[in-house]
């Protein structure tokens, strides 16, 4: 199958691509290229042919005999949403559902976008499903809700979107990324022997590893149409919910001689558990291989391997919103994300 892939050169991206190339699928790579300078290990036997080009500017041409896009090219996480809400929208709204209707024009087939858990924003009582109502809290995940509403209105008998509302990802990535909460207290556990929390650490978040992701993406790809056509999945696993003051201890009970305090902030309010039954039960192949401990100690062994400093931890490749701000304070790119010419 020729497969379309946005975001390739991103956290999860990086490692997908190569695994659609071992399955022997054709890879079309797309990326703008924002995270260029993050590469924290050679963690790839190959890397796909990529297009550095904007979402907002791929073509009909770009698409001829593409049979399945996967589409992860978006400003990510909330930070970044907040540092610039009119571009997240831009970008993650209006630019996911132009390239939908393009891929639908050029008769490619099936359409995998990479939603978000974060739709849920505050969920009490029950873990909720994917027929839960949604509540997003910030530009990034209302964007989410947005892509999702105006592509499953372009489903047809030619045009086959799925939706992957993935919980919140850890694990070793090349592109790796700092920003996330299990990554974060990994790094902090490593450079400093100490996850030292001003929130109470009560919240909820469901975690699932980058690879389990890849590894539902491909089993949607490869599902017969009528299983994922016009259908939304929750990527992760129930028994994966975790309080984030657990993901601390599992972290300090890994790496040895961390210590871990919380305060008594409970500012944050987004806190969800989250159902994962249906991708379980409905879509062929998947099952969660990672749970949060066995993530850490991949972690703490990555960072051994590479004997990881704390620059290194804190450098801007491996945070979005830093890279992003220092792309704007250098001007490399302009107001509407689009790089400027040297």
């Not at 703008?32 to 041409?61: C, H, M």
């Not at 129930?238 to 599992?250: F, L, P």
């Not at 001007?331 to 994300?337: P, T, V």
Request: charged share 20%; proline share 4%; net charge negative.
């Amino acid at each position: 199958m020729k497969i379309l892939v946005t975001g390739t050169e991103g956290y999860i991206g990086s490692l997908f691509a190569p695994l659609l190339l071992q399955r022997g699928h054709e890879v079309l790579a797309i990326d703008t290229g924002f995270y260029k300078a993050g590469w924290l290990y050679n963690g790839t036997t190959a890397t796909a042919k990529t297009l550095n080009k904007d979402i907002r500017q791929i073509t009909i041409e770009d698409l001829q005999g593409v049979e399945a896009i996967v589409h992860m090219a978006e400003l990510s996480n909330d930070p970044t949403g907040q540092l610039a809400p009119n571009i997240t929208y831009e970008i993650n709204h209006k630019g996911s559902v132009a390239l939908a209707n393009l891929a639908k024009a050029a008769g490619v087939r099936r359409f995998v976008y990479m939603s978000s858990c974060s739709v849920y924003g505050v969920a009490t009582g029950v873990d909720v499903t994917e027929e839960s109502p949604v509540n997003p809290q910030t530009a990034y995940a209302e964007c989410k809700t947005l892509v999702e509403r105006d592509v499953q209105a372009l489903a047809d008998d030619g045009f086959s979107p799925t939706f992957m509302r993935n919980a919140t990802a850890f694990g070793a990535s090349p592109r790796m990324r700092f920003d996330i909460v299990l990554n974060n207290l990994a790094g902090l556990a490593w450079t400093t022997n100490e996850i030292k929390m001003t929130s109470d650490g009560t919240p909820w978040r469901p975690l699932v590893h980058v690879l389990d992701i890849c590894k539902a993406i491909i089993c949607a790809l490869e599902a017969p149409r009528d299983i994922v056509h016009n259908q939304i999945f929750n990527v992760g696993d129930t028994a994966h919910n975790y309080r984030v003051k657990e993901v601390a201890e599992i972290i300090a009970d890994v790496f040895p001689g961390c210590q871990v305090s919380f305060g008594d902030n409970g500012a944050d309010n987004r806190s969800y558990r989250v159902s994962f039954e249906k991708i379980n039960t409905q879509l062929p192949g998947f099952k969660c291989e990672w749970d949060a401990v066995r993530g850490a100690q991949q972690l703490y062994d990555l960072f051994n391997l590479t004997d990881m400093s704390e620059e290194t931890f804190l450098f801007r490749g491996f945070t979005r919103l830093k890279q992003l701000e220092y792309l704007m304070r250098t001007q490399q790119i302009d107001k509407d994300f689009y790089w400027r010419k040297a």
